[in-house]
C-alpha cells in the first residue's frame, strides 16, 4: 500500500475508531495493523489525532477580492503600466469609461477601487508585473556652430508658469547609428509637465525646426524658454534664429556637456513616451514618419496628457548621506493647466472641448491598431531591402549554368 493510499485509509476509520468502544478500538488497531504495517504505538497516535487545522495566512485578512482586482488589472495594463501611486490618481479618471468598455460595476467594487490604497495596488498587481530589458544606444553628436551665442544653463530655472521648455531628440538606429532613420523630437513643460513629441527624418536642421512649429501650434501656452542638449540638432541657426527673430525672443539656453542630469525633466520622458511605444527597433522607411507623428500628435499625446498622472518634485532635502524629496499630489498635465492662473480661459476652454469627450480605453485601442501599422510597414520595408535580386537567385544561377 502506497503512502497516498495509507493517508486516504486513515482518515475513513478515524471517525469509527474515536466512537468505537475500548474493546472495538483493539480490534480496530489489530486490523490497522495488519493492513499497513504500522507500530502499535504508531497506529494509536495517527488514530487519535485530531485534523489539522488550516493555518490562516498572517496579516490582515484580505480586503479586495477579484472583482476589484481584475478592474485595477485592467486600468493599469491599458495605462501604460505606470507605478500605483499614479495609478491611484488615475482609477478616479479611467473608471468613468470603464462601463462602456468593460461592463457595469457593482457599487462595491466602485467603491473598493476607489478606496484601493497604492500599497493595496501593489499587491494585487505582483503577479503580473511586467519586467522591461533591452537598452539602447543614444545617437547625440555634439554642435559646436553656436556655442558661444548659446549660453549653458548654469542652474535650475525658477519655474512658477508653463512655457518652459526642455528637448531632446531619441534615435531610432537599432544596433547602428549608420544610414538615415527616424529620430523623435521629445518637448516637455517643466512646470505642468505637459509632454509633445514629433518625428523627423534624420534630425536635419530644417526638418526640427518644422516640428518645433508643429509642436507650439499645439500648446496651450506661450514658449518663454527653451533648454537642450548639445547635439548639432538644436545647436544651428535655423532654430536659433526661429527663437530669437521674434516679438518677444524665447530665452535658449543649452545643457552643461555631459550631463544628462541637466535635461532631467525631458530625459525620464524617453523611456515612458518613446521607448515604450516604438521599443528600440530600426526605423529606416520614410513612410513611417508620416505614420508616427499622426499617432504622437493626436491618440499619444492625449492619452499621456489627459489620462495619466505624474509625480512633481516638492521638495528634496539633503539629511547626512542621503536626500529626503517630498512630491505633490500626482495630477495629469491637463488638471495643471486647468488650475493654472497664467493659462488663458481661452485656453482653458480650448483644452476642455477637445478632451471632454475622450475615451481612454478608445485612445488605447486606436493607439494599438496604429502600432500594428506601423510595425507592418517596417517589416514590408525591412524584407523588400533583404530580397536578393531576382537575376541573383541560386535556383536561377543554376539554371543558367
Same mark, same amino acid.
Given at each position: 500500500m502506497g ?6 485509509? /486513515?482518515?475513513?476509520?478515524? #471517525? ?6 475500548r474493546?472495538?478500538k ?7 495493523c ?21 493555518r490562516r495566512?498572517?496579516?490582515?485578512a484580505?480586503?479586495y477580492?477579484?472583482? /476589484? ?5 485592467a486600468?493599469?495594463l491599458?495605462?501604460?503600466q505606470i507605478?500605483s ?12 469609461h470603464?462601463?462602456?468598455? @468593460?461592463?457595469?460595476?457593482? &457599487?462595491?467594487?466602485?467603491r473598493?477601487?476607489?478606496a484601493?490604497?497604492?500599497?493595496s495596488?501593489?499587491r ?14 543614444? #545617437? ?8 558661444n551665442?548659446?549660453? *549653458?544653463?548654469? &542652474?535650475?530655472?525658477? /519655474? ?6 526642455e $528637448?531632446?531628440t /531619441? ?6 547609428l549608420?544610414?538615415?532613420f ?13 509632454t509633445?513629441?514629433r518625428a *523627423?527624418?534624420?534630425?536635419g536642421a $530644417? ?8 509642436? &507650439?501650434? @499645439? ?6 524658454? =527653451?533648454?537642450?542638449?548639445?547635439g548639432s540638432? =538644436? ?6 534664429r526661429?527663437?530669437?527673430?521674434? +516679438?518677444?525672443?524665447v530665452? =535658449?539656453?543649452?545643457?552643461?556637456p ?6 532631467a ?17 530600426? !526605423?529606416d522607411?520614410?513612410?513611417?514618419l +508620416?505614420?508616427?507623428?499622426?499617432l ?5 499625446? !492625449?492619452?499621456?496628457n489627459?489620462?495619466?498622472?505624474t509625480?512633481?518634485l516638492?521638495?528634496?532635502?539633503r539629511?547626512?548621506?542621503r536626500?529626503?524629496?517630498t512630491?505633490?499630489?500626482p495630477q495629469t498635465?491637463?488638471?495643471r493647466l486647468?488650475?493654472?492662473?497664467h493659462v488663458?480661459p481661452?485656453a482653458?476652454?480650448?483644452l ?5 469627450r475622450?475615451n481612454? =480605453?478608445? !485612445? ?5 491598431r496604429?502600432l ?12 523588400? *531591402? ?8 541560386p535556383?536561377?544561377a543554376a539554371?543558367?549554368?
Open positions: 503512502p497516498q493510499a495509507k493517508r486516504e485509509y /486513515v482518515e475513513v476509520i478515524r #471517525g469509527r475508531y474515536r466512537r468505537a468502544s474493546r472495538q483493539g480490534r480496530i488497531l489489530d486490523e490497522f495488519a493492513v499497513c504495517s504500522y507500530h502499535r504505538k504508531h497506529a494509536i497516535a495517527l488514530l487519535g489525532r485530531r485534523r489539522r487545522r488550516e495566512r498572517p496579516g490582515p484580505v480586503r477580492g477579484p472583482a /476589484v482586482a481584475a478592474v485595477v488589472r486600468i493599469w491599458a495605462a501604460e507605478c501611486k499614479r495609478l491611484k490618481a488615475a482609477l478616479p479618471l479611467w473608471l468613468g470603464y462601463k462602456a468598455e @468593460r461592463g457595469a460595476l457593482t &457599487e462595491e467594487t466602485r473598493g477601487v476607489l484601493i490604497s497604492p500599497a495596488i501593489d494585487l498587481l505582483r503577479p503580473v508585473r511586467a519586467r522591461w530589458g533591452r537598452r539602447g544606444r543614444g #545617437g547625440t553628436q555634439p554642435g559646436t556652430l553656436l556655442r551665442q548659446i549660453p *549653458v544653463r548654469t &542652474e535650475h530655472w525658477n /519655474v512658477d508658469r508653463p512655457g518652459w521648455i $528637448a531632446d /531619441v534615435a531610432h538606429g537599432g544596433t547602428s549608420a544610414g538615415q527616424v529620430w523623435s523630437l521629445t518637448f516637455t513643460d517643466i512646470w505642468s509637465g505637459w509633445e513629441l *523627423v527624418w534624420n534630425k $530644417a526638418g526640427v525646426v518644422q516640428a518645433v512649429r508643429s509642436i &507650439e501650434k @499645439r500648446l496651450a501656452f506661450p514658449v518663454l524658454g =527653451f533648454d537642450c542638449d548639445n540638432e =538644436f545647436l544651428n541657426h535655423h532654430l536659433w526661429y527663437f530669437a527673430r521674434r +516679438r518677444q525672443p530665452t =535658449f539656453t543649452r545643457s552643461r555631459y550631463h544628462r542630469n541637466d535635461n525633466h525631458v530625459e525620464q520622458k524617453q523611456w515612458t513616451h518613446v521607448r515604450q511605444l516604438l521599443g528600440y527597433d530600426r !526605423l522607411s520614410p513612410q513611417l +508620416r505614420l508616427i507623428n499622426n504622437y500628435a493626436n491618440e499619444w499625446a !492625449l492619452l499621456h489627459v489620462f495619466l498622472p509625480l512633481k516638492k521638495s528634496k532635502l539629511v547626512r548621506s536626500y529626503r524629496k512630491y505633490e499630489p498635465p491637463l488638471q486647468l488650475r493654472c492662473p488663458s481661452e482653458k476652454l480650448r476642455l472641448n477637445q478632451t471632454r475622450l481612454p =480605453f478608445a !485612445l488605447k485601442k486606436t493607439i494599438e496604429k500594428r501599422r506601423i510595425f507592418t510597414v517596417q517589416r514590408k520595408a525591412k524584407r523588400l *531591402v533583404n530580397e536578393p535580386p531576382p537575376d541573383c537567385h535556383e536561377g539554371r543558367d549554368s
